[in-house]
T-cell receptor
Framework: GDSVTQMEGPVTLSEEAFLTINCTYTATGYPSLFWYVQYPGEGLQLLLKATKADDKGSNKGFEATYRKETTSFHLEKGSVQVSDSAVYFCAPGGRALTFGSGTRLQVQP | DGGITQSPKYLFRKEGQNVTLSCEQNLNHDAMYWYRQDPGQGLRLIYYSQIVNDFQKGDIAEGYSVSREKKESFPLTVTSAQKNPTAFYLC??????????????FGEGSWLTVV
């Protein structure tokens, strides 16, 4: 079945630092790929997505590029803010999304 | 406003009781899902439904039951057979299932605690 491997957290950064959260997946074929974000005590919100190889998804300064050759979809942001503190989930599409354990990001002022 | 409404936000269950979590969506989506999240963990799929009057087991369906009598509603019952039900439950919906790039939208979640 589909699976996702994300870097373990927490990832702790200072404000304005560069962020990378690694995500690799295994899936049948070439599914769409998603990043979701979860703030404390809330549901998940779509952050960005890419539907085919080499596509770049972007939103709110976050970016991720669908790399078919490395089965990766790493999340990046050039300058994080305290308000970006949350848990981030990578997921390949399919009958339903398959989630990994997520990566907690803590941004300090 | 369009969205997914889960209720109650917080629920306490005694040992041996069944409880039902409500999920309603007004997005006109065909597909609906239930996920379970344990503290510090990812999400695991309990059940999903592609269309009214149809539903499929997910990865951890034992001890849970669902119904899909109306397009907008997908209630989840946590039965007494579920031995460790304390968790955060998330309902979600999408236009359809399958990898068509459709976004899955989530509700705000329901906290269930066994007392």
């Amino acid at each position: 079945g589909d699976s996702v491997t994300q870097m373990e957290g927490p990832v702790t950064l200072s404000e304005e630092a560069f962020l990378t959260i690694n995500c690799t997946y295994t899936a049948t074929g070439y599914p769409s790929l998603f990043w979701y974000v979860q703030y404390p005590g809330e549901g998940l919100q779509l952050l960005l997505k890419a539907t085919k190889a080499d596509d770049k998804g972007s939103n709110k300064g976050f970016e991720a590029t669908y790399r078919k050759e490395t089965t990766s979809f790493h999340l990046e942001k050039g300058s994080v803010q305290v308000s970006d503190s949350a848990v981030y989930f990578c997921a390949p599409g399919g009958r339903a999304l398959t989630f990994g354990s997520g990566t907690r990001l803590q941004v300090q002022p | 406003d369009g969205g997914i409404t889960q209720s109650p936000k917080y629920l306490f269950r005694k040992e041996g009781q069944n409880v039902t979590l409500s999920c309603e969506q007004n997005l006109n989506h065909d597909a609906m899902y239930w996920y379970r999240q344990d503290p510090g963990q990812g999400l695991r799929l309990i059940y999903y439904s592609q269309i009214v009057n149809d539903f499929q087991k997910g990865d951890i369906a034992e001890g849970y039951s669902v119904s899909r009598e109306k397009k907008e509603s997908f209630p989840l019952t946590v039965t007494s057979a579920q031995k460790n039900p304390t968790a955060f439950y998330l309902c979600a919906s999408s236009i359809t299932t399958g990898d068509s790039g459709n976004t899955i939208y989530f509700g705000e979640g329901s906290w269930l605690t066994v007392v």
